[in-house]
């Protein structure tokens, strides 16, 4: 099987009502949805419509990557949430630059062409860390990205194994990120606009996630490549 749609959930049914016909499922070997709890109707929406839901065992964003990788059984794997900032018509270009031979593809925020939202960051505290934290991966590891924490990706999974991720919750994709490039990983970028949210709002918290992400650098700067 060649490649799988991961659609991760947590009470998104807003967010899966608006979207839903704009996501190309025929682009796909596989479909399943990786749903955290949700309590809102997202699960009977996609089980009314033969989309197979799992449930996920550990609640994080991270263990919901984790544990999506351990299902999936295709080659690639994009990772969409239908929260409204991620743009479905941006899924098949992420899945043609895998098939190209690329280990990471990151849907970008920042990168020419590109916008993000910031209808909810008034004061651009959350863009400017993004950038902040992007810069010091790039500085560190000799590596040029815009968007090294966007979740809207796609990977090789077998290139993915290798990393041995273990972030349970928002720090994951920032990880992916870090030890591709400490793996001198193929890494490419789309520009993407991100659009606002729709419904639901938003889990992580911008100063809490600040902290938490420092912390996480520091730890892989001294972890180096024994991982």
Do not use: H
Request: charged content about 35%; aromatic content about 12%.
């Amino acid at each position: 099987m060649e490649s799988t749609l991961v659609i991760l959930t947590r009470n998104e049914i807003d967010g899966i009502r608006s979207l839903f016909d704009k996501i190309p499922f025929n682009e796909f070997d596989e479909v399943f949805v990786m749903d955290c709890n949700s309590k809102d109707g997202t699960i009977k929406f996609f089980e009314d419509r033969g989309i197979r839901t799992i449930n996920q065992r550990n609640p994080g964003r991270g263990n919901a990557f984790i544990e999506s990788f351990e299902k999936a059984n295709g080659k690639y794997l994009v990772f969409f949430s239908p929260d409204g900032n991620e743009n479905p018509e941006d899924i098949p270009k992420l899945i043609r630059e895998l098939k190209k031979g690329y280990d990471l593809v990151i849907a970008s925020r920042y990168t020419k062409g590109a916008k993000s939202d910031v209808s909810d960051d008034p004061m651009l505290i959350r863009k400017f860390g993004n950038i902040f934290f992007t810069f010091l991966v790039n500085l560190i590891w000799n590596v040029k990205v815009t968007d090294a924490i966007n979740g809207f990706r796609g990977v090789n999974k077998s290139r993915v194994k290798k990393l041995k991720l273990d972030a349970p919750g928002y720090e994951i994709e920032f990880q992916m990120t870090i030890r591709s490039a400490k793996l001198k990983y193929k890494i490419k970028e789309i520009p993407t606009i991100e659009k606002k949210r729709i419904g639901g709002e938003r889990k992580a918290k911008t100063f809490k996630l600040g902290f938490r992400f420092t912390k996480f650098l520091l730890k892989e700067l001294i972890k180096g490549r024994n991982f």
